[in-house]
């Protein structure tokens, strides 16, 4: 189970008694904290440090401990920051620093010297901030009484990108084939994505791939026919065609599960020994949190596995999505996102058709894909390029929307979304910040999580939404 860490900060100047009260408030704390996070994370208390060698046991501890997704610090008392530095140079966790007090209110009537050395966060916390800002650590900071329920979810929110980011560090992604042919925005610099978010990139042959399909046993593609049956609507007679993905979902499985693979991509150039592209396989994978990124775009297949990762638990839907076409009516333009097939069922607002239709590209036998139209609601549409000199986050704030009318002769399932602040800016924002064509949409995860996410993995970050105005997208 992933946990964190809750290590509180003070010294030994105000005694033993000051000393057993913090630990016992620290337990309280850490208790509740638990209680109120459990469904993400477990929260352990480690010993309060008191001294240098105190936090480096306790910094060590947290980094070492593959369970340890990351570290909640707080000083009850004052704790002189020089004591925290080595520590927290051998600190790789996300680190949160939540700014509280064990007390809410201020007992007036009763208040002396003691109580104010005993709760001074509001002056241990300010030495301790000094020197995360002076280390240069990239960290969150909550601030407010811990049991206040605002506080609590910015604290479940934390974990919930924590988690993530341990995810990505033990991510594993698969290229069966590579980048599309003279595509700039999907590559990539493979080397410094796995020094900055541990994505473990590496090649696979397609043809070890088709391998591994072509072992399927006829069984285990019936089982697959199954499940495809009770979860989606078979919209074709072409049952053959069906068979064939369900076969290269088996093969996929395995070969994900025996290799530990959490994301893959695939490209249509490259299907040497496989007669569709594949469509429903890719698609149903995508519904066990499995990344994908279609053309050989190794980022967005890893960035999806950690944004599902990060919205677990979330209502709301998160996937792959790629910029496809426009209605530019003025003042009402709206997008319409989608992909040749692989559009994740989780935005289904209708339950998924399988429907079998040529592909006009590729070259390939007609492929079955899963059809529907998609869910509504605010959301964000999150992409990562890479500049050359280091990644960029774009994270716009877009609406979901019903489509006006139906699209009975589009055959792959698709999304619709209304640009913040509007269309004008929104896309121009987009376009200026080198924003690709293939994203995450989230209608689960908000800006603050994408935010928190780019601080703590040290990615530059460029918002857009309401508060972009026109000044910013004229340069
Ligand atoms: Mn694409």
Same mark, same amino acid.
């Given at each position: 189970?992933?946990?964190?860490?809750?290590?509180?900060?003070s010294?030994?100047?105000?005694?033993?008694?000051?000393?057993? /009260? $913090?630990?016992?408030?620290?337990?309280? %704390?850490?208790?509740?904290?638990?209680?109120?996070?459990?469904?993400?994370?477990?929260?352990?208390?480690l010993?309060?440090?008191?001294?240098?060698?105190?936090? *480096?046991?306790?910094?060590r501890k947290?980094?070492?401990?593959?369970?340890?997704?990351?570290? *909640?610090?707080?000083?009850?008392?004052?704790?002189?920051a020089?004591?925290?530095?080595?520590?927290?140079q051998?600190?790789?966790?996300?680190?949160?620093?939540?700014?509280?007090?064990?007390?809410?209110k201020?007992?007036?009537?009763?208040?002396?010297?003691?109580?104010?050395n005993?709760?001074?966060?509001a002056? =241990?916390?300010?030495?301790?901030?000094?020197i995360?800002a002076?280390?240069?650590?990239?960290?969150? $900071?909550?601030a407010?009484?811990?049991?206040?329920?605002?506080?609590?979810?910015?604290?479940?929110?934390?974990?919930?990108?924590?988690?993530?980011?341990?995810?990505?560090?033990?991510?594993?992604?698969?290229?069966?084939?590579?980048? %599309?042919?003279?595509?700039?925005? @999907?590559? #990539?610099?493979?080397? !410094?994505? /796995?020094?900055?978010?541990?994505?473990?990139?590496?090649?696979?042959? &397609?043809g070890?791939?088709v391998?591994?399909?072509n072992?399927?046993?006829?069984?285990? &593609?019936?089982?697959?026919?199954e499940?495809?049956?009770?979860?989606?609507?078979?919209?074709?007679?072409?049952?053959? +065609?069906?068979?064939?993905?369900?076969?290269?979902?088996?093969?996929?499985?395995?070969?994900?599960?025996?290799? !530990?693979?959490?994301?893959?991509?695939?490209?249509?150039?490259?299907?040497?020994?496989?007669?569709?592209?594949?469509?429903?396989?890719?698609q149903?994978?995508?519904?066990?949190?499995?990344?994908?990124?279609?053309? #050989?775009?190794?980022? &967005?297949?890893?960035?999806?596995?950690?944004? %599902?990762?990060?919205?677990?638990?979330? !209502?709301? +839907?998160? #996937?792959?999505?790629?910029d496809?076409?426009?209605?530019?009516?003025?003042?009402?333009?709206?997008e319409?996102?989608?992909? %040749?097939?692989?559009?994740?069922?989780?935005?289904?607002?209708?339950?998924?058709?399988? /429907?079998?239709?040529p592909?006009?590209?590729?070259?390939?036998?007609?492929?079955?894909?899963?059809?529907?139209? =998609?869910?509504?609601?605010?959301?964000?549409?999150v992409?990562?390029?890479?500049?050359g000199?280091?990644?960029?986050?774009?994270?716009?704030? *877009?609406?979901?929307?019903?489509?006006?009318k139906?699209?009975?002769?589009?055959?792959?399932?698709?999304?619709?979304?209304?640009?913040?602040?509007?269309?004008?800016?929104? @896309? +121009? +924002?987009w376009?200026?910040?080198?924003?690709?064509?293939?994203?995450?949409?989230?209608?689960?995860?908000?800006?603050?999580?994408?935010?928190?996410f780019?601080?703590?993995t040290?990615?530059?970050?460029? $918002?857009?939404?309401?508060?972009?105005?026109d000044?910013? $997208?004229?340069?």
């Open positions: 189970m992933d946990k964190l860490y809750f290590i509180p900060g010294q030994d100047l105000y005694g033993d008694e000051c000393l057993k /009260q $913090v630990a016992k408030d620290c337990e309280e %704390m850490a208790n509740f904290l638990n209680e109120k996070l459990k469904d993400i994370v477990t929260v352990e208390l010993p309060t440090v008191v001294d240098s060698a105190a936090c *480096i046991a306790n910094c947290a980094t070492m401990d593959d369970d340890c997704v990351g570290v *909640i610090t707080w000083m009850h008392t004052f704790s002189p020089k004591m925290w530095i080595k520590g927290l051998d600190l790789r966790k996300p680190l949160l620093h939540l700014h509280t007090q064990a007390n809410e201020l007992p007036y009537d009763e208040i002396d010297m003691d109580f104010m005993l709760n001074q966060a002056h =241990g916390d300010r030495e301790y901030g000094f995360l002076r280390m240069g650590i990239a960290h969150e $900071v909550v407010g009484y811990y049991k206040n329920e605002k506080v609590v979810e910015k604290i479940r929110d934390f974990a919930r990108v924590a988690r993530a980011i341990g995810y990505s560090r033990k991510l594993k992604v698969a290229c069966f084939g590579n980048n %599309m042919r003279e595509v700039a925005v @999907t590559d #990539g610099d493979r080397v !410094e994505s /796995q020094i900055r978010y541990g994505w473990e990139t590496n090649y696979y042959g &397609i070890d791939l391998d591994c399909i072992a399927s046993t006829d069984a285990e &593609i019936d089982a697959m026919m499940e495809y049956k009770s979860k989606y609507t078979m919209a074709t007679d072409n049952i053959e +065609a069906v068979r064939e993905q369900a076969k290269y979902e088996v093969g996929l499985k395995k070969f994900l599960k025996k290799n !530990e693979i959490g994301a893959f991509i695939d490209t249509f150039q490259d299907l040497h020994g496989l007669k569709q592209l594949p469509g429903v396989a890719v149903d994978l995508m519904t066990e949190g499995i990344g994908f990124g279609p053309e #050989g775009d190794y980022k &967005i297949s890893a960035l999806s596995a950690v944004l %599902m990762k990060m919205a677990e638990g979330k !209502e709301g +839907a998160t #996937g792959f999505i790629e496809y076409t426009y209605d530019l009516t003025e003042g009402e333009e709206l319409l996102a989608s992909h %040749m097939l692989e559009v994740p069922p989780a935005f289904a607002a209708t339950k998924p058709e399988i /429907q079998v239709h592909l006009g590209i590729g070259g390939k036998e007609d492929p079955a894909r899963l059809v529907f139209d =998609g869910v509504t609601g605010d959301g964000i549409q992409t990562l390029v890479d500049m000199t280091h990644f960029r986050i774009i994270c716009a704030d *877009i609406e979901l929307v019903k489509q006006p139906p699209m009975p002769k589009l055959p792959v399932a698709r999304i619709m979304y209304r640009h913040k602040p509007n269309f004008e800016i929104g @896309t +121009a +924002a376009c200026y910040a080198g924003g690709a064509h293939h994203s995450v949409v989230s209608t689960a995860l908000t800006r603050k999580d994408i935010a928190m780019a601080k703590l040290g990615t530059e970050l460029i $918002v857009i939404g309401d508060d972009t105005k000044a910013d $997208v004229t340069r």
